[in-house]
């Protein structure tokens, strides 16, 4: 696994063969299939495995005790995983993989989902839940392409301007969560959960 982190961090999901892996490990290039099936198979075991460290960090997170400082936390952690795992990131959300073809990593990522959702719900019992969450989470995670595309002015892994902006707009977050209304319309909650695909 650590081996197929290390070419998709390099060269990208396309680069990756047990063949390679093997090669880079030392082992004959049978020895993965004992472990792995399928190329997809250890993909998908790397990409479990990038969800199961962002999921640690946000748990690192959730020793903040207000919520709203617990989102924001939440956000600069998110940020700090793409930045330092920048290959493994972009390959646990591309479409290298289909979730519905790995419950183990279906499980993962939605772990981390129903974590967000907590605090969502946290902040704010009477707001469509799963609607919210994505928000926090489409928020966050467009900041952090942002960032990896290098569309922003600042783009150095520890700039401080990442955490300003990720705390300048979970703030934003925050005070209208905090705000909503019980009222406020939903979205169709069929299509408010993280995409099984």
């Not at 075991?45 to 997170?61: D, I, T």
């Not at 998110?78 to 330092?84: L, S």
């Not at 990131?89 to 993989?97: A, T, V």
């Not at 955490?163 to 979970?170: S, Y």
Request: proline fraction near 5%; hydrophobic fraction near 45%; charge should be negative.
């Amino acid at each position: 696994m650590t081996a197929a982190a290390e070419l998709v961090t390099c060269c990208g999901p396309a680069s990756v063969s047990l063949r390679e892996v093997a090669r880079i490990v030392g082992v004959s290039h049978n020895a993965p299939y004992r472990h792995f099936p399928t190329r997809q198979a250890l993909l998908a075991a790397v990409a479990a495995y990038g969800f199961e460290m962002l999921f640690q960090e946000m748990q690192a997170a959730a020793q903040i005790p207000d919520p709203a400082e617990h989102l924001q936390a939440i956000g600069r952690s998110y940020i700090a995983f793409a930045m330092r795992h920048r290959g493994v990131y972009q390959l646990m959300f591309s479409d290298e993989i289909q979730k519905s073809d790995h419950p183990e990593l279906r499980a993962v990522a939605e772990k981390g989902f129903d974590k967000l959702r907590q605090n969502v719900v946290d902040l704010n019992p009477h707001v469509h839940a799963d609607a919210a969450t994505i928000t926090v989470w489409g928020l966050v995670h467009g900041i952090a392409h942002l960032i990896l595309d290098n569309q922003l002015k600042h783009h150095e892994d520890d700039d401080p301007h990442h955490t300003q902006l990720v705390n300048f707009a979970t703030r934003i977050l925050t005070a209208g969560l905090i705000n909503m209304k019980p009222d406020a319309p939903a979205v169709e909650a069929g299509c408010m959960r993280m995409s099984a695909e």
